[in-house]
């Protein structure tokens, strides 16, 4: 039985940078309904939310009468559309092969579909270093609740206690609280106090971001958890 930590991993704005994909499939999508002048600043807002909560709530602001269904379809073949540009960030590359040589459980918990995830994982090639993967479509409630980290630590068959999620927005981190796991937190839009809330209950903040993420600082807090 492996008893060193695991570890799970978000996907969007954390192992790969598919935000920018993730604001355009949603500004194409609102286009086709006629909503026009769908901002970054507003995109921003849904960051770190799964994709039909986000568009529950687009739904209800614009009033669109299509059923959430029929728009998580519709974005969900605008994002794939995009999807082979998506970049992984190459520190985050270099922690995953760091905890992965070194034996570590690893799992992606994500709020995208199926599909979403498989397709960034393999235009990155992450799909061959984290095969297996838990998404929004296998847990009842998105984040900041924290079904989806501990469906990821019941596929480990790890205890939530055992696991280290690393995150890049304020539900993340939430969410893993909420589930009882240690969290590295890499914020992707960093707000003017990024060490107060959302991401106070984080163990490891990297208040710059991606351009600050040590791997290797990753890896001694990860190894310390366990």
Known sequence: MNTMPAVIFDLDGTLVDSEPLYYEAGRRTLERYGISG?????????????TRETLETLRDRYRI?????????????????????????????AFVERLRAAGHPLVVASGSSRSAIETALKATGLDALLPVYVSAEDVGRGKPEPD?????????????????????????????????????????????????????????LFRGGQPEFDAERAYEWVAAHG
């Open 65 to 93: 009468e299509a059923p959430v269904e029929e728009l998580l379809a519709v974005k969900s073949r605008h994002y794939l559309e995009l999807a082979a540009a998506t970049e992984a960030f190459p520190a985050m590359r």
């Open 148 to 204: 989806v980290f501990l469906a990821a630590a019941r596929l480990l068959s790890v205890d939530p206690g055992r696991c280290v999620v690393v995150e890049d927005a304020g539900p993340g981190v939430e969410a893993a609280r909420r589930a009882g796991m240690g969290c590295i937190a890499v914020p992707y839009v960093a707000g003017p106090s990024p060490d107060g809330e959302p991401f106070a209950s984080a163990g490891l």
């Open 38 to 50: 769908f901002g970054w600043e507003e995109h921003a807002q849904f960051i770190g939310i799964g």
